[in-house]
């Protein structure tokens, strides 16, 4: 780029950045967190779990969830992979492309999917696992998602330990992120009171896979250990989706969750983007649409 190129460029940015009608410029957090512009802008969206017991027994599908989206105007939906006919296979194409076009017709994005996996075990089951991950990552760029949610595995048992087992699982989650790469796929990895505990674990992993296409989904329901709103501003700026649900755990004991608390975390480390929420109980939509209401007062 020429010299005269850099100076209209910068003049242009200058400019931008004065302008009370121009976005915020970027800011690159690669030391500590995700690269995203600063500020908040936050975007509703029901993870389908909340529906978990009619999903399961064949009562409600994913159209009826998308029906229920609409409805309720919420703007995304996570449909996690166990609703789809056939998991852990992919469903055909056929039924992606008719869930996507349902979707985009009804004004909900479809923001994200998962898969119940565990990178905590060794050879065939690994790879395997591995391979589970890698064919979601290409449903989800189908659906048009932007993300795979990913576990790291079950809590561990006395005979081993974390240092052990991290390396390998790392090893994992990296060539999860350079297939996702390849496919436009986030791979965002949730916490879950499993063999990753507390926001200091997850950080460990996020950083030693150190890739743009790695992340967190921050699960305010699975800090259970010290203050959960501390370990929540803690891990936001590696977050590029939540879970919020019902209950946070203080001192080991479920809690209702303090909503404008959150607000006031996201308002204070900034963050952009799909704001899901999940509800934990029978799969009632009177249920669903009360928490949904809770959330929607205390974040929009």
């Known amino acids: 780029m020429s010299l005269s190129s850099c100076r209209t460029r910068r003049g242009f940015l200058a400019a931008a950045a004065g302008s009370a009608l121009a976005p915020p410029l970027a800011v690159g957090l690669e030391a500590d967190g995700l690269k995203r512009s600063p500020g908040v802008h936050l975007k509703l969206a029901l993870n389908a779990y909340s529906f978990n017991g009619p999903l399961t027994s064949g009562k409600l599908t994913l159209a009826d969830v998308i029906d229920y989206c609409a409805a309720n105007n919420i703007d995304g939906l996570d449909p996690t992979g166990y609703y789809f006919p056939g998991y852990p296979k992919v469903a055909p194409d056929s039924y992606l492309y008719e869930l996507k076009r349902k979707a985009y017709l009804n004004g909900v994005t479809l923001s994200g999917t998962g898969v119940r996996n565990d990178f905590t075990r060794a050879g065939d089951a690994l790879r395997a696992d591995l391979q589970l991950v890698k064919d979601w990552i290409v449903a989800a760029a189908k659906l048009g998602a932007a993300f795979v949610r990913v576990f790291s595995g079950p809590a561990l ?85 939540w879970q919020i649900k019902e209950q946070v755990y203080v001192r080991g004991k479920a809690t209702p969750i303090d909503l404008p608390r959150i607000r006031a975390i996201i308002e204070k480390t900034g963050y952009r983007g799909f704001l899901p929420f999940e509800a934990l109980g029978r799969g009632d939509p009177a249920e669903v649409t009360a928490f949904l209401e809770k959330v929607r007062r205390a974040m929009f």
């Open 157 to 241: 048992a006395a005979d081993r330990s974390f240092d052990e087992i991290l390396p390998r699982m790392v090893a994992a989650f990296q060539e999860c992120a350079e297939y996702g790469k390849q496919h436009g796929v986030l791979v965002a990895l949730q916490h879950h009171d499993d063999f990753l505990k507390t926001a200091a674990e997850t950080i460990r992993v996020v950083k030693a896979v150190d890739s743009d296409w790695f992340s967190v989904v921050l699960d305010v329901g699975s800090l259970r250990q010290g203050d959960p709103y501390e370990e929540i501003e803690k891990l936001l700026p590696y977050a590029c989706t």
